[in-house]
């Protein structure tokens, strides 16, 4: 396979990161990868207009974040969306980057198929391709994509390694290692008293614990388990 000529290409990875968790960065790692991305910014969603809000604050899933990036540059944590007022709109953040990157760098956002499926709530949806490339993440047993969504987006289809070599325009599917974590499992566990170690890094449990974040108490004591683990 001939490599892409621009290994520039900056990939996109949003959410709540409400906390932040193994499952996302090995997911961001791995999409990366497959998308010849010479880095990968993460955004924490400051206020999302379709979910839950989050439930720790923005500074504090900030910093999860960037403890969980630590010690290495090809994750990255990108603060933009924090620093916006309102809510949090992705076609906003891509015109943003866009115009500081340039016209002709690949900037690619990478979705789940979960929310591919949800794609026409979005705010001016149908702009994201004039801006950016699409990577969306395949996952089992998730909703299917609207007839409406699929047509739209099925003449812009390309295999992954041709995005790198276009700044936007063009929608690649990513099949990545499928770890069931997930941030309402962490938040439950954590409720419950219950160990979270292996689940996020750990200098991320360090900073749950020393804020009591998501536990049923202010107290910022580890859980039994915690202390055997230590």
């Not at 002709?104 to 801006?131: E, F, M, P, T």
């Amino acid at each position: 396979m001939t490599e892409p000529k621009n290994t520039q290409a900056l990939a996109l990875f949003g959410g709540t990161f409400d906390p932040i968790h193994a499952g996302h960065l090995r997911v961001c790692l791995e999409a990366g990868e497959a998308l010849h991305a010479c880095q990968v910014s993460l955004l924490p969603c400051a206020s999302p207009a379709h979910r839950q809000q989050p439930i720790a604050s923005a500074e504090q899933r900030l910093a999860m974040l960037e403890l969980a990036l630590a010690g290495q540059s090809y994750l990255v944590a990108d603060r933009r969306e924090l620093d916006r007022p309102g809510p949090t709109y992705t076609i906003d953040t891509l015109q943003e980057i866009r115009a500081e990157v340039g016209p002709d760098r690949a900037v690619i956002l990478i979705i789940g198929a979960d929310q591919l499926a949800q794609l026409d709530r979005w705010k001016s949806w149908q702009r994201l391709l004039d801006v950016a490339h699409l990577a969306i993440l395949t996952r089992p047993n998730c909703a299917s994509t609207p007839m409406h969504i699929d047509g739209f987006l099925k003449p812009h289809r390309a295999k992954r390694q041709e995005l790198a070599l276009h700044p936007a325009g063009f929608v690649t599917a990513i099949s990545v290692t499928a770890l069931a974590i997930s941030a309402s499992d962490i938040r439950r566990r954590l409720n419950h008293s219950l160990s979270v170690r292996y689940l996020v890094p750990d200098a991320v449990i360090e900073y749950l614990h020393s804020h009591a974040l998501y536990s049923p108490s202010k107290t910022a004591l580890f859980s039994a388990a915690e202390k055997l683990l230590r």
